[in-house]
């Protein structure tokens, strides 16, 4: 099945970690990581709705600079998500540069940016290119659930693992969708527009048979409104299939705690991207570094359920032989030990 957006990871295993996703359906894209950027074109960067950061290791967030000043002066919102702090440490980079002359840029830019802890609490702010990226509108929220975004079409989960430091574990969730027998609308009488979006999120929300339908479209006739019940459409459906599911998971310790909350993330995903910094055969250094071994990332990914596995966040010491994680991870996803 075809999903509804497009995961690729930003830089090859022995660059910075970032996954971008491309969500063609809703126009945007979302990014996961904010490392070495400069691989995305800045037509892809314009279209960054949302940016996670997993934790702030300059591997994940030094390009912070970078997104700012393809998106500054040409874009007017973008939302930026990470860990405890987050909000201080996006203000310190942004009270970093001089802004006497910003505010007359034609496009405003507000960031909207959003840190979550592991206790459950968040705090959001804005920061504006009109008032010289002052900070405003502080606010405390409570994280109540794992959920970090939704939309109507995804949904992004995140929770916290142990590297040391806190970081943020992240799962991309398509939402269900429902499967139309286009054909038998014109037996109905009825022809295809937007209002099919309307009949979907009915099924989805489970609305009983009662509820009206507004139905409008256009051809060479003209426009064409008329509303029917819910269950007069019922024909009309085919399927609901269940939606897709990423995960994205750098960087963390092998303890059980991490595997615990990451089953309980995401297990089942469809494809699992995780770090894969050293060979087992240097676990002591994997150790000291709080990162994991290939081994160990891909008993995640079978512990987890995973159904397919990309490894990334390669360390540099394997240059010469890459495919030496690669194998490392496939077998031990693969193979019970
Ligand atoms: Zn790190
Ligand atoms: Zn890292």
Redesign the pocket.
Known sequence: MRLRFDPHLVNDPFGDPGLFVDCRDERRALLFDLGDLRALPPRKLLRVSHAFVS?T?M??FAGFDHLLRVVLGRKAQLTLVGGPQFVDQGEHKLRAYAWNVVHRYEVELVLDVLAVAPDGSGERARFSSRRAFARDGTQAFRWADDVLLDTALLRVRGGFVD?GIP?LAFVIEEKARVKLAKDRLDALGLSTGAWLRGLKQAVLAGASDDTPIDIEWRDARGAHRTTRPLGALRDVVLAVAPGQRIGYVT?LRHTEANIARLKALLGGVDRLYIEAVFLHADLAHAQRK?HLTARQAGEIARAVGAHDVVPFHFSPRYADHPEALQREVIAAWRHAP
């Open positions: 934790h290791h591997d994940h590297h970081c960087d709080h």
